[in-house]
């Protein structure tokens, strides 16, 4: 395994930091990008193994490493946090893959990360991506509607104890033909049933089934 850590300068200059994970030994074709939850990082279980299931394939994984459960951020709004958002996730794209490019993407983003994908899905470069939302924040009008009108070949999972469902917006999306869903009952914002840790196991073996069929 190679392993390439580095950071860059994100917004109000806050250094965010990445990682970059390679299996193949020659340049793989495909990137897989990791946007974590705000306290969900890239080593729990959705993240974790849906990056396995991609280096397994052979492709390169980059993790982006924001920190947003950090007190700098404890006073943001929305729109602030967004624009943060918007702001590490683009420079560290962009100073990971300055020389490097591939032919195919996977997007991958959880809860907050969610944010990141509502950006990400507008930019040329990934037109062509495929695009997973795990536990989407459907309350925030800006995901819901790139949800919505995403181009992208796209996977969501989300439980219906997740305070992040909406019931109606989640209806709403089945609009999108290019939008697959899965509404997992009792599971929580983690996809995790609150007292049954054997269930909740099973619940990751099949998202992580479906994921790798995606």
Not at 7 to 26: F, H, M, N, P, W
Not at 57 to 86: S, T, W
Not at 195 to 202: G, H, I, N, Q, V
Request: aromatic content about 14%; proline content about 3%; overall charge negative.
């Amino acid at each position: 395994m190679k392993i390439m850590a580095d950071c860059v300068q994100g917004y109000k200059d806050r250094k965010i930091s990445y990682t970059l994970l390679s299996k193949a030994e020659s340049n793989s074709s495909g990137l897989a990008i990791i946007f974590p939850g705000q306290g969900y990082t890239a080593q729990a279980p959705l993240l974790y193994y849906s990056m396995g299931i991609y280096l397994n394939q052979n492709y390169d994984v980059l993790q982006v490493n924001y920190q947003y459960n950090d007190p700098f951020y404890r006073e943001f709004g929305f729109d602030e946090m967004a624009e943060a958002i918007r702001t590490d996730v683009g420079a560290v794209i962009d100073h990971a893959l300055q020389n490097a490019s591939y032919d195919d993407y996977i997007l991958i983003g959880k809860s907050i990360g969610t944010i990141a994908l509502g950006f990400e899905v507008q930019r040329d470069l990934f037109r062509k991506a495929k695009v997973i939302w795990f536990t989407p924040l459907l309350g925030r009008d800006f995901v819901w509607n790139a949800m919505m009108h995403s181009k992208q070949r796209s996977l969501c999972f989300i439980g219906d104890n997740d305070s992040c469902y909406i019931e109606e917006r989640f209806q709403q999306l089945r609009a999108n033909p290019n939008l697959l869903l899965r509404l997992i009952p009792g599971v929580n914002h983690g996809l995790e049933y609150e007292t049954d840790l054997f269930a909740s196991m099973d619940v990751l073996k099949q998202v992580m089934k479906e994921v790798e069929a995606f």
